[in-house]
């Protein structure tokens, strides 16, 4: 799956390089987003991505810019939402169906305060809520903005740069072996799991 989405996104990129730009800041955009976040995996998307700044096929300050601009855009369309809808969020079919999501993001956020939208953006189950709850609670613009700006420069390149750095390793992996990769994994896994066992008293 995620070998075909990457072929995927590699073809729309390659078909429309002058919308790359667009097209990552969209995709960044949408993993932000409330609900949509929490089910999109926002982790391989990026990865993904930047697997293709190590082909070339992006350029790596651009796409890093585009990226952080997709984040923030998507936090706060969430952080906007949050403030107008306030407590009717809760009515929302998905959020009454996984009522803990947004009890997680509240306890956070009332731990961490402002803090919080900066080290939520790393923490995958309750990132993309963060925004939306901050909202809700009324944070003041004033302090959202400028820790959404600084949380998402942060983020971007801190979960491109591993496809990044995988996509120039496999490179220099001989072609037989990148066929056999899932194999390799699988044997590695089992392994570790062996000696887990082996090592137990």
Known sequence: MFADFLNTLTQLIDQHPTWAGMIVCLVAMIESLA???VIVPGVAIMFAIGALISTGTLEMVSTILWAAAGASFGDG???ALGKHYDKKIYNVTWFKKNPHVLKNGHNFFKKYGAISILIGRFIGPIRAVIPLVAGILDMPIKHYIPTNLIAS???????LMPGFFFGKSSALIPINLQKEW?????FAVLTWALYKVLKRP
């Open 153 to 159: 420069a942060l983020w971007a390149p801190a979960y």
């Open 77 to 79: 369309l969430s952080f």
């Open 35 to 37: 609900i949509v976040g």
């Open 182 to 186: 899932l194999f390799i994994l699988l």
